[in-house]
């Protein structure tokens, strides 16, 4: 099911792909995205919520259409591609935000759930990636950025599948932005912190009081945050940066001791 808001589509306006949007840092990307002048196609498992999203982003005066896309079915990846061709023929930058996230000790981690969070938060990407190449290269022109975590760079309690799947989708980043430089296709990552979203406010006092430790600037990020770092990576501002990963973290990868 595919919802378009009663906005002209320009020819030469880009269309950006954010999976997960519905949540609170893939809306915030989403709105980040529109603002900047691209048509941006909101996706996630519920076309419902994704539409909420793309209405609010309409009501400023900005395009957006919303779909539903399933990141962890490699069939639905295709037939979003197909229905993404008929309505506008072109993808112009993606943002692979959809993921899944669960803290389980390592002993005790399912082996259907360590497979389940690679097939939607490493395969699912590499899938839409593939397919949206095939589109930017016929243009010269595409970004790619995936959304990893600091749990991909720094390794945590219980975060056996989760930093593990993140770790790969950064070194995923870096050799999709090997082979596709020379397409005119850049491929960054961003690592986000703790970020207060409707999952963050779930953390335990002890866990908050964690992160609240290591993080030099003492508190937790905001989505608006991670979505201007985005947005960079998605303009032509960022035409000579590919393969990197930036931490949007208040500190907390490169922070050694913090007390004297």
């Given at each position: ?65 919303a779909m539903s896309l399933d990141v962890g079915n490699i069939e639905a990846i295709a037939d979003f591609f197909a229905k ?177």
């Amino acid at each position: 099911m595919t919802v378009e808001m009663n906005i002209s589509l320009q020819t030469d306006e880009r269309i950006a792909v954010v999976t997960g949007a519905a949540g609170g840092i893939g809306g915030a990307i989403a709105r980040r995205l529109a603002r900047a002048g691209m048509h941006v196609v909101v996706t996630d498992l519920s076309v419902e919520a994704a539409q909420a999203v793309a209405t609010g982003i309409a009501e400023e005066g900005n395009a957006a259409t919303a779909m539903s896309l399933d990141v962890g079915n490699i069939e639905a990846i295709a037939d979003f591609f197909a229905k993404l061709d008929e309505q506008f023929g072109r993808c112009d930058a993606l943002v692979n935000n959809a993921g899944v996230a669960s803290l389980t000790p390592f002993e005790q981690l399912p082996v259907d759930a360590w497979r389940r969070t690679f097939e939607i938060n490493v395969t699912g990407p590499l899938a839409l990636a593939q397919h949206a190449v095939a589109r930017m290269k016929a243009r010269g022109w595409g970004r790619i950025i995936n959304i990893a975590s600091i749990s991909g760079i720094r390794a945590g309690a219980g975060r056996a599948g989760y930093g593990t799947s993140k770790a790969a989708l950064i070194a995923l980043t870096r050799q999709m932005a090997v082979e596709l430089a020379v397409h005119g296709i850049t491929v960054n990552a961003v690592a986000p912190g703790p970020i207060e979203t409707a999952l963050a406010r779930n953390h335990s006092q002890a866990a908050r009081e964690a992160y609240l430790r290591q993080v030099p600037m003492k508190r937790y990020g905001m989505p608006d945050e991670v979505a201007a770092a985005v947005a960079f990576f998605a303009t032509d501002d960022a035409a000579y940066v590919t393969g990197q990963t930036l931490a949007v973290d208040g500190g907390f990868v490169v922070a050694g001791m913090l007390e004297a």
